[in-house]
């Protein structure tokens, strides 16, 4: 296994050219971002196989874990998938059309409308989650468990200030 990396060639190209500036952040920032793109590949791949787009499987994804009914309201969805009003309504209006969710009244609130996921999305967004673990396990194959769990409380702590 070699013991360096694209990111190692790159810092030391800059340490040589710039010996003035830390490219520490680079060590660590720009492996997460090399990361991210193996990951965004491994995920499309994954909801490709699964016949969903990464938005659909946003959507999805929340109902599922609701739990059983498997609805919310729309505005629980925007919560959960940080986009706009208008964009909500367009990818509610997309799944229904596909069949992968329908709305109906809600029964507390007659002015109220919920987004309940069908059997055909649950089998959808079901495929995708065993898709997506199977090509996640892939890409943290090469650390052991101990490692994995060091690296994720690391991100964890790095992420706080984020969420």
């Known amino acids: 296994m070699p013991t360096h990396d694209e990111v190692d060639r790159i810092v030391e190209a800059w340490t040589r050219e710039r010996p003035d500036l830390d490219f520490a952040p680079l060590q660590v920032l720009s492996r997460v971002g090399r990361l991210s793109r193996h990951l965004d590949r491994a ?3 994954s909801f490709t196989t699964s016949e969903l787009e990464s938005w659909e ?9 609701a739990g ?3 609805q919310l ?5 925007l919560q959960q998938t940080l986009v706009s009003s208008g ?8 799944l229904a059309a596909r069949g992968l969710v329908h709305r109906r ?3 507390d609130d007659g002015r109220g409308v919920l987004v309940v996921m069908t059997p055909k ?5 079901d495929s995708a989650i065993s898709n997506l673990l199977n090509a ?6 090469r650390l052991p468990p101990a490692d994995r769990e060091r690296l994720a409380g690391l991100l964890r702590k790095l992420s706080l200030d984020f969420d």
């Open 43 to 45: 995920r499309r791949e």
């Open 87 to 94: 964009t909500m309504t367009n990818r509610i209006d997309r």
């Open 73 to 77: 309201s729309p505005k629980a969805l």
């Open 136 to 141: 996640e396990r892939e890409l943290l194959d």
């Open 57 to 65: 499987f946003d959507v999805l994804s929340a109902l599922r874990r």
């Open 121 to 125: 999305g649950r089998e959808c967004v």
């Open 68 to 70: 059983s009914p498997y």
């Open 105 to 107: 009244t809600d029964p």
